[in-house]
Structure formats: C-alpha cells, structure tokens
C-alpha cells in the first residue's frame, strides 16, 4: 500500500484512524500506568477535591441564611391590607409596594391561594377587595 495510489476518501479515512489510535494508546497506558502502580504495591492516588462547577458556599454564608416560611405571612399581610383598603380595594401594585414582593408573586398568590380566600372578589384590572 503506498501513499500516491489512495484516493482522498481512503486519505482521510486513514487519518481518522491513526487519530483513534493515538486515543487508545494513551488511555491504554494509563491503564498500564495503574496496573504497574498496584503491582508495586503504591495504589494511584485517588483524586481529591470537588469537581469543577459551582464553587463552595463559604460556611459564614450558610450561617446567616435565614428559611423563611413566606406562603403563611404572605396570606396574612394580604388579607391584613384587603381589609384596610374596604370595598374598593387595592392594586397588585400598591400590594407589591408595600409588603416589597415582586407583583408576579402577588398575581400568583391571587390565582392560586387567593382562590381558596372566601370573600375575595377581583374589582377591576389588577384591583382585588376582600369584602
């Protein structure tokens, strides 16, 4: 087999392979680094630390973390600022204000909660009153 007499597609089909190859042949000697190392009685030292990522939360940051239970005071800060607003009601957005909480968890308690709310009634675009 000499080179001049391949066609390109045989060309790259072999080059293709002896890339392989050289893949195998160095997982191969790795694997015989590790054998050599296990019959000489020093295993391969394992390796340590974390895998790449995220980094570690340093400890003081896990320390001052607070859980909140937010769904609970949430309800009752609603339902405390339906009251005082009467018949008239309130805005999602002067909601949001006040108890300083993103308006799209306001609309999402409205729709999920605040339909289990007796009483709740929607009075106009974004507008709720408790009466």
């Known amino acids: 087999m000499s080179l001049s007499t391949l066609s390109s597609a045989q060309l790259a089909q072999l080059i293709g392979l002896v890339k392989k190859r050289g893949v195998l042949q160095a997982k191969l000697d790795k694997v015989d680094a590790a054998l050599n190392a296990l019959e000489s009685g020093s295993s391969v030292p394992k390796r340590r630390g974390r895998k790449p990522g995220r980094p570690a939360l340093p400890k003081l940051a896990l320390k001052g973390r607070k859980v909140r ?59 709720y009153a408790l009466s």
Not at 71 to 94: D, F, M, P, Q, Y
Not at 106 to 123: A, C, N, P, Q, R
């Open 69 to 127: 239970k937010r769904s609970k005071r949430l309800k009752e800060s609603i339902l405390k600022l339906l009251k005082s607003a009467g018949s008239s009601g309130i805005t999602v957005k002067e909601l949001s204000a006040k108890l300083k909480v993103k308006p799209g968890n306001i609309f999402s308690w409205f729709y999920t909660t605040g339909k289990k709310v007796s009483g709740l009634k929607k009075v106009g675009e974004a507008k």
